[in-house]
């Protein structure tokens, strides 16, 4: 399988189109679109389901769609900040299966590309202004589960929903968010083992969302600079723009909990990067649960 997976051909009431406005910090001083500033564009498709009737069915059901994994990916530029960015998406009901061959997820996919003219916020102007150029792609994988409900009740095998099927017919095939963690095809280990990243996390509210606990994007902004701190004390130059950064979420972190990432990174011909376990502070044993496993690509 890879990953992420390719968009699959859709009907067109699954598909969304829309544009965003980019703030200051989401364009970095080269002028390209950060990988932090892309999730804003699957709200794109958001907004797209929330016109259709599924959101309501399944919230009256007690079922909420759960992210379970994040991919980001830089693309070209220059762009400038004065310029909207459009927005393409695509999202599917899909279902995962068990080695047994039972049904064992329903899940939600979304598929974002994001593309702008280039330009330039201040100065010159590039020669090749106004070529619309990918800034990047997003793609986001979610659960279905009914959290509120007793543990024995919260998966969702079936959506027993009138109006929608038991079972989306689309198959999709399930990664263990630990497959974050191997090495690149191209690359080779820095470190021989995970390294414990000097500066400890501490969660406030600032960290929360309406969910009641750290919001999921969070995480792949504090392990961008775990990331760069340990590349920096391998001696490698910091001066670095995050290119690709992928999140497999385990289990929530909440304001007051402390936690640390273990990091290890890597080194291809032409990039580097770091894989990285989130867990809690000073816990052991099965108390050291992994929060979520994170990998991260720079390149100049």
Same mark, same amino acid.
């Given at each position: 399988?890879?990953?992420?997976?390719?968009?699959?051909?859709?009907?067109?009431?699954?598909?969304?189109?829309?544009?965003?406005?980019?703030?200051?910090?989401?364009?970095?001083?080269?002028?390209?679109?950060?990988?932090?500033?892309?999730?804003?564009?699957?709200?794109?498709?958001?907004?797209?389901?929330?016109?259709?009737?599924?959101?309501?069915?399944?919230?009256?059901?007690?079922?909420?769609?759960?992210?379970?994994?994040?991919?980001?990916?830089?693309?070209?530029?220059?762009?400038?900040?004065?310029?909207?960015?459009?927005?393409?998406?695509?999202?599917?009901?899909?279902?995962?299966?068990?080695?047994?061959?039972?049904?064992?997820?329903?899940?939600?996919?979304?598929?974002?590309?994001?593309?702008?003219?280039?330009?330039?916020?201040?100065?010159?102007?590039?020669?090749? /202004? +106004?070529? @619309?150029? *990918?800034?990047?792609?997003?793609? $986001?994988?979610?659960?279905?589960? =009914? !959290?509120?409900?007793?543990?024995?009740?919260?998966?969702?095998?079936?959506?027993?929903?009138?109006?929608?099927?038991?079972?989306?017919?689309?198959?999709?095939?399930?990664?263990?968010?630990?497959?974050?963690?191997?090495?690149?095809?191209?690359?080779?280990?820095?470190?021989?083992?995970?390294?414990?990243?000097?500066?400890?996390?501490?969660?406030?509210?600032?960290?929360?969302?309406?969910?009641?606990?750290?919001?999921?994007?969070?995480?792949?902004?504090?392990?961008?600079?775990?990331?760069?701190?340990?590349?920096?004390?391998?001696?490698?130059?910091?001066?670095?723009?995050?290119?690709?950064?992928?999140?497999?979420?385990?289990?929530?972190?909440?304001?007051?909990?402390?936690?640390?990432?273990?990091?290890?990174?890597?080194?291809?011909?032409?990039? /580097? +990067?770091? @894989?990285? *376990?989130?867990?809690?502070?000073? $816990?052991?044993?099965?108390?050291? =649960? !992994?929060?979520?496993?994170?990998?991260?690509?720079?390149?100049?």
């Amino acid at each position: 399988m890879t990953f992420p997976p390719p968009e699959p051909d859709v009907p067109a009431g699954e598909t969304a189109r829309g544009t965003i406005d980019l703030r200051y910090e989401d364009v970095s001083q080269d002028g390209r679109v950060v990988l932090t500033a892309l999730p804003q564009a699957a709200g794109v498709v958001w907004r797209r389901l929330a016109k259709s009737p599924f959101p309501a069915r399944i919230r009256d059901a007690g079922i909420v769609p759960l992210l379970t994994r994040l991919h980001l990916a830089g693309g070209d530029g220059p762009v400038s900040v004065r310029q909207p960015v459009d927005v393409r998406g695509t999202y599917q009901l899909a279902h995962t299966r068990a080695a047994d061959g039972a049904v064992d997820r329903i899940v939600l996919l979304i598929w974002v590309e994001a593309t702008a003219p280039k330009g330039r916020t201040h100065g010159p102007q590039p020669p090749d /202004e +106004g070529t @619309v150029v *990918t800034v990047g792609r997003v793609f $986001a994988e979610h659960v279905f589960t =009914r !959290p509120f409900a007793p543990p024995e009740r919260r998966k969702v095998l079936g959506f027993s929903i009138p109006g929608m099927p038991e079972v989306p017919a689309a198959r999709y095939e399930w990664r263990p968010s630990a497959q974050i963690l191997a090495l690149p095809d191209d690359a080779r280990w820095r470190d021989a083992d995970a390294q414990p990243d000097p500066a400890p996390l501490v969660f406030g509210l600032d960290h929360t969302d309406s969910n009641q606990h750290v919001n999921s994007l969070v995480y792949p902004r504090l392990f961008l600079d775990a990331a760069l701190r340990r590349l920096a004390d391998l001696g490698k130059p910091a001066a670095r723009l995050a290119r690709a950064v992928e999140v497999g979420y385990r289990k929530p972190c909440f304001a007051g909990d402390r936690a640390r990432w273990l990091v290890r990174a890597f080194e291809s011909q032409d990039s /580097e +990067g770091a @894989v990285g *376990t989130l867990v809690p502070e000073g $816990a052991a044993g099965d108390a050291a =649960r !992994p929060h979520c496993h994170a990998r991260i690509v720079f390149g100049e």
